[in-house]
């Protein structure tokens, strides 16, 4: 597994606190740290639910809805795919400074490490238009055969990426910083130390206290319900926890060291879409409600709009971060991470170096353009064309793939990547779906539609159905929704449908009045259960 370390690397981290008070002011960390902490926003939500899926510390459950659409897709059955590696692709999408990444001392991502292969038959290779996969599923397009020829890529004409023999991997080496409790990494000073003490009311540098924890294998201990569980685990990834608090808590780094949970803040912002956005793409969903209290039951669908919820854990979470208004959230520690990479400067020798990199922190684009044309988000999650020509030939004494055709003294054959989609799309044509609340995402099935009903004790003739219309607008509210919400399509897309019956209502009892009417709440079953 990626995440894996040996005992011996582990990394120290110094925090400071007040005496008597167990809440973080500030940790002084090393280099090794805020790689793996500045690394996280280059995470796509798809990989974030499986890597979360890892922690011991099961007491905060962030991302709910996203852990049902990923667990919906990993049980979807082949036959509803447009491809073989369609699901595999979406299940492991990766960024472009994901191989970079994998340099870092302490890894949360367990993707597996990126393998590149072709067909074994040569006859297919050299033909004028080849392909190769980095799918273990991929089928050759000409012979139909199982691409299992592994070969080597390089980035060496890519000046873009950061070399293995520079100084650190993501920031410098042995450069050293300060990380607040929410999350504000800045280089480490007496200066920005003082400054954050003072800034939070402390004059007197006798009230304070400094601990050490290591990040790394360790017995780990927290209290729960006012009593210590001590859990002797080999495994024990404390960056992971981490990132679980960053997700939901105020003060993740409070949670890392003491276990203490402070109050989440307010709800996780919107995110917004342009006027032109509005007139794009829309999809339909048939939605089945309990007349006598709006209770969403599921949602009917085509594949079109399922192709699109999926498509939801390939965005890189800086992506979400930057797309996203500019108000205070519960994701506010994740904000301040991300500001932190925007703002974070060094001197002229590696300031080169380090802008390139930033520029892959802040803006993690998906190695390769095969987001479904389905996803009608506004999101620019795609980095590389999937119709750029590769070139294929002998470097040295091994086969190797790389992006330059002006590489001299080497026999080589043009390769193009494999579109894991069928006309753009994941999923086949005409199939259809259900979608539960909490975006569970099943086969079209009357008999599950029928236990749903049974299970939530609602009678058939109290049901009504709607049709309604998602396009970009809708569609980003509940990808927003899905990052905190339980109930997520009824958070997104029942608000307008009572509204709307609650004024049909009042403009029927107006008009009963008037005429000494029967009442429009015994006829149509509007009143809600107290």
């Known amino acids: 597994m990626a995440a894996t370390i040996a005992n011996q690397d582990k990394i ?6 007040q005496k008597g008070h167990y809440k973080v002011i500030f940790a002084e960390a090393d280099n090794n740290f805020v790689d793996t902490l500045f690394s996280i926003v280059t995470l796509p939500l798809g990989t974030i639910v499986r890597i979360l899926g890892k922690s011991p510390d099961q007491r905060l459950n962030p991302l709910v809805s996203l852990q049902n659409l990923h667990k919906s897709l990993v049980e979807l059955p082949e036959s509803y795919l447009s491809s073989e590696e369609g699901k595999f692709m979406m299940l492991n999408p990766r960024t472009k400074i994901h191989e970079c990444c994998t340099n870092l001392k302490l890894q949360i991502d367990d993707t597996e490490p990126t393998k590149y292969i072709i067909c074994e038959n040569e006859g297919c290779n050299k033909k004028s238009l080849a392909y190769f996969s980095t799918c273990s599923l991929a089928r050759c397009l000409y012979c139909r055969k199982a691409m299992t020829r592994e070969i080597k890529y390089t ?29 504000f990494v800045v280089p480490n000073t007496l200066d920005a130390g003082l400054r954050l003490l003072c800034d939070r009311g402390f004059t007197d540098a006798s009230h304070l206290e400094e601990k050490t924890i290591d990040i790394g294998r360790e017995q780990f201990s927290f209290e729960l319900s006012s009593s210590l569980i001590c859990l ?55 939605l089945t409600l309990q007349k006598s209290t709006s209770k969403f039951l599921f949602a009917e669908t085509g594949e079109d709009f399922v192709d699109f919820l999926f498509g939801f854990l390939e965005i890189p979470l800086g992506t979400l971060i930057v797309e996203s208004m500019n108000d205070k959230t519960y994701l506010e520690s994740l904000e301040n991470l991300y500001d932190s990479i925007c703002g974070m400067d060094f001197d002229r020798c590696i300031r080169s170096r380090w802008n390139r990199i930033k520029r892959m922190l802040t803006e993690p684009k998906l190695v390769w353009k095969y987001v479904s ?34 590489v001299s003294d080497c026999s080589k054959y043009n390769l193009r990547f494999k579109d894991p989609r069928v006309e753009g799309k994941f999923l086949k044509k005409a199939t259809k779906f259900m979608i539960t609340d909490d975006l569970t995402v099943t086969p079209f099935s009357t008999i599950f539609a029928i236990a749903i009903m049974n299970e939530s004790k609602v009678p058939l003739k109290d049901l009504e159905h709607h049709v309604v219309t998602i396009g970009i607008e ?57």
């Open 373 to 406: 044309v389905n996803q009608i988000s506004p999101l620019d999650s795609s980095e590389v064309s999937s119709e750029i020509n590769y070139q294929y030939g002998v470097l040295g004494t091994s086969g190797t793939m790389f992006r330059s055709s002006n």
């Open 232 to 286: 002797n685990i080999i495994f024990v990834f404390q960056m992971l926890i981490l990132l679980r608090a960053a997700l939901v808590l105020k003060y993740p780094l409070t949670y890392l060291v003491f276990n203490i949970i402070h109050p989440i803040g307010t709800p996780v912002r919107s995110l917004t879409c342009n006027e032109e956005d509005r007139s794009l793409k829309t999809m339909t969903l048939k």
């Open 155 to 183: 980035e060496m004409f890519d000046p873009t990426l950061p070399r293995r023999n520079e100084r650190g991997v993501l920031v410098p080496d042995p450069e050293t910083f300060i990380v607040t409790d929410d999350l």
């Open 12 to 17: 120290s981290l110094k925090v400071l606190f």
């Open 474 to 530: 809708e569609g980003l509210k509940i990808c927003n929704a899905s990052l905190k919400s339980r109930s997520t399509l009824s958070d997104v897309l029942l608000g307008p449908i009572i509204e709307k019956k609650k004024r049909d209502a009042e403009e029927f009892q107006s008009l009963s009045k008037k005429h000494g009417g029967p009442n429009m709440e015994q006829i149509t079953g509007l009143k809600r259960k107290k």
